[in-house]
C-alpha cells in the first residue's frame, strides 16, 4: 500500500521564517515607500495610459502610508494569489523593476492593517489582511487569513492602504526631507528623465502629515533631484562646455578660474560596456560644504543637524551629499558604491555620481550590489574622476586640502568645550566621544603602556580597507575602530566591510543605544564575563569588554570598549 504527499508545501513555521528572511534583506528606512512606489510605476508603465497619474498620502502621527495610481491594475481572480510571498506577474516583464515577488511581502508584514484595492476591466476586488506584523513576530499555529470582498466603488487601477505601520524613522522625516527621499531613493524621481525628455511623464499628488501634525501638499516632480537642478545660469557649468572654452589657445588660468569660481561643475555622459550602455550624470562642487549648504537652503536640514552626529547617523540620507549611486529602468535605487582608490582621494567628497543600468541586479533588500558590477562602476567612476582632476581641479575656487576657511583659534575654542576625559591612565586631555581618530589614539596609546597586552600591531590602514591589522600569538587580526560602536553597521549595509572578515570592533563607551542598534539588525551583543571560572576565557582575545554575535555565523566579533579599559 503506497499512499503520495505533498512533502513540498511548506508549513506555517516555514513560512513565518521565509517571511522573517525576507524583512530581514531589507534595511533602508525607505524601504517601503520604495516597494510601494516601484509597484505604482511598473503598473502605470504596463498600462502606457495617456497621463500616469499617483497619489500618495503619509500619516506621521498615525503611521500610516495610502497610494494609488491609474496603471494595469490586478486581476480580480489574481489578487490572493500574488499577496503570497514571491509571488509576481512582472517576470521577464521588460518594463517593469520589479521581478522577483518579495515587495509587497514585505510591505504587507510591515504593517498590522493592509488593504489593497485593485480593478481592471474584468473587474475589481479588495483584499483585507489584519496583524500581519504581529503575525509574523509570534508563534502562533493559526493560519493568517485574508478577506476577499467587492470594494465600496470600483477602481481602475489600484488603491493600497498600510495603518499600524512598524515604527520606522520615515516618520520622523519633515515635508522637504521626504520629498528628497521619494525623488532620490524611489521610483518616483525617474532617473530617466534626466536625459531623455520624452520618457512618460506621470502626475504625483504628494500629502504629508508630520509629527506635529503639520499638513502639506504638493505636486511632486517626477524627475531624481540633481543637486544643481535649481542653480541660475551663473552657478553651474556644462563640463564640455568649460574644456571648450579652456582649449582656446587665448584663454590664461586666470580666465578659467574666473569660469568655474563659485559654480557646480556637471556631465552627462554614457559608456559602453560590452555592448551594453551604461548611463552616467555627474557634478563636482567647488567646496564641500556646498552640499550642506544647499541642503539648508532647501530645507533638508538645519546647522543644528548637520552638528548632531545621531542625527547625521539616522536621517543624513535625506540630505545632498558627495557618493557613487545607481538606478536602474530609471528607478534610483538608494545603493552607494564605495568609491575606487585613486590618488587625491580628498577630491571624492566634491564629486556625486549617478549610473543609469538597465541591465543592473541588486539583492532582495536592495542592500548591495553584485561584486562583479560594482566593479564597473568603480571602474568608469575612476574614469570620470580622472576627467576632472585632468580637466578642472586646479582651476576650482578653493583648494579640497586647504579650507580657507578654517580658523584655528576658533577650532580651539570649540575643543576647549569638550568634556574633560580626566583619566589617568591616558595622556588625553578631551573625552574621546565621537571622535574615532581619538579613540583610535587611545587604542595605541594602552597597546604602548601594556594596559592591552598581547596585540602585536603590523600595519595600519593597509590597502584602505581595515583599520588595523595584528597579531595574537600565532592568530592574525584585522580590527576595526569605531567611535560608536553602531557606526560599524554603516559599513554593514554597504558590504563595505563584512562580519566575517572582522575579529575585533575598538570603540568607545557601549550603551543602550549600541545594543538597540544591533538588535535591530538581529546582532546580539553581550557582555564578556570577567569571572576566572568562565570556560571561554582563554578562547577570547585579549581585553574584549563585549561580542557580537549573529546567528549562522560560528565566529563571534569581540569588542574592545575603550572607556571600559581606562576604569577598570
Request: charged share 30%.
Amino acid at each position: 500500500m503506497s499512499e503520495l504527499f505533498d512533502f513540498l508545501k511548506p508549513g506555517l513555521r516555514e513560512i513565518r521564517k521565509s517571511i522573517n528572511d525576507i524583512e530581514d534583506s531589507y534595511n533602508n528606512d525607505w524601504d517601503i515607500l520604495a516597494e510601494l512606489c516601484q509597484n505604482s510605476v511598473d503598473a502605470i508603465r504596463k498600462k502606457n495610459p495617456p497621463k500616469g497619474l499617483i497619489s500618495l498620502e503619509i500619516d506621521s502621527i498615525n503611521r500610516s502610508i495610502i497610494i494609488q495610481d491609474n496603471g494595469i491594475g490586478i486581476n480580480p481572480e489574481r489578487l490572493p494569489i500574488l499577496l503570497a510571498p514571491f509571488s509576481t506577474d512582472k517576470e521577464n516583464d521588460e518594463t517593469s523593476i520589479g521581478e522577483k515577488g518579495v515587495g509587497l511581502t514585505f510591505v504587507l508584514f510591515s504593517c498590522n492593517d493592509f488593504k489593497i484595492t485593485s480593478g481592471t476591466d474584468i473587474g475589481s476586488k479588495t483584499a483585507l489582511i489584519n496583524d500581519a506584523h504581529s503575525w509574523k513576530n509570534s508563534t502562533s499555529n493559526n493560519s493568517l487569513q485574508l478577506t476577499l470582498k467587492d470594494p465600496d466603488t470600483s477602481l481602475d487601477g489600484t488603491r493600497v492602504e498600510l495603518k499600524k505601520i512598524k515604527e520606522c524613522p520615515i516618520f520622523k522625516l519633515s515635508f522637504e526631507q521626504l520629498q528628497y527621499v521619494l525623488r532620490t531613493k524611489t521610483a518616483l524621481g525617474n532617473a530617466n528623465h534626466l536625459w531623455d525628455d520624452n520618457e512618460l511623464q506621470i502626475e504625483i499628488m504628494l500629502k504629508h502629515k508630520n509629527l506635529n501634525g503639520q499638513e502639506n501638499n504638493c505636486v511632486l516632480s517626477n524627475k531624481y533631484w540633481m543637486v544643481y537642478e535649481s542653480l541660475d545660469k551663473h552657478s553651474k557649468i556644462d563640463l564640455d562646455d568649460f574644456i571648450e572654452f579652456a582649449n582656446d589657445a587665448n584663454r590664461t588660468d586666470q580666465d578659467k578660474r574666473r569660469k568655474l569660481k563659485d559654480k557646480v561643475i556637471y556631465k552627462k555622459g554614457e559608456f559602453n560596456h560590452s555592448g551594453r550602455t551604461i548611463k552616467y550624470i555627474t557634478c563636482f562642487v567647488p567646496k564641500r560644504k556646498v552640499w550642506d549648504d544647499l541642503s539648508m537652503e532647501f530645507n533638508l536640514c538645519t546647522q543644528e543637524n548637520l552638528d548632531d552626529g545621531d542625527w547625521m547617523d539616522e536621517l543624513g540620507y535625506a540630505k545632498f551629499s558627495s557618493g557613487i549611486f545607481t538606478s536602474v529602468k530609471g528607478m534610483p535605487t538608494g545603493i552607494s558604491i564605495e568609491h575606487p582608490t585613486t590618488g587625491y582621494a580628498g577630491y571624492w567628497s566634491n564629486i556625486f555620481i549617478l549610473f543609469e543600468d538597465q541591465h543592473l541586479k541588486f539583492d532582495i533588500g536592495r542592500k548591495s550590489i553584485h561584486g562583479m558590477i560594482s566593479r564597473i562602476y568603480k571602474q568608469y567612476s575612476k574614469e570620470i574622476f580622472n576627467e576632472y582632476l585632468k580637466y578642472i581641479t586646479k582651476y576650482v575656487s578653493g583648494e579640497v586640502t586647504n579650507n580657507s576657511e578654517w580658523d584655528k583659534e576658533e577650532i580651539f575654542a570649540e575643543i576647549d568645550k569638550l568634556i574633560d576625559l580626566k583619566n589617568s591612565k591616558s595622556e588625553f586631555i578631551k573625552s574621546p566621544r565621537d571622535q574615532e581618530a581619538s579613540v583610535s589614539g587611545i587604542f595605541y596609546e594602552c597597546i604602548g603602556n601594556g594596559i592591552i597586552k598581547d596585540i602585536k600591531p603590523l600595519v595600519s590602514g593597509y590597502r584602505n580597507k581595515y583599520d588595523l591589522y595584528a597579531k595574537w600569538g600565532n592568530k592574525k587580526l584585522v580590527i576595526e575602530i569605531k567611535a560608536r560602536l553602531k557606526n560599524i553597521l554603516r559599513d554593514f549595509n554597504d558590504e563595505q566591510k563584512l562580519f566575517d572578515e572582522i575579529d575585533v570592533i575598538v570603540c568607545w563607551n557601549v550603551g543602550e543605544e549600541d545594543e538597540q542598534a544591533m538588535a535591530n539588525k538581529g546582532i546580539n551583543l553581550e557582555v564578556i564575563s570577567k569571572s576566572s571560572l568562565s570556560s571561554t576565557n582563554n578562547k577570547q582575545i585579549p581585553n574584549s569588554t563585549h561580542e557580537l554575535i549573529l546567528s549562522g555565523f560560528t565566529k563571534p566579533i569581540y569588542v574592545i570598549d575603550m572607556k571600559m579599559i581606562l576604569d577598570e
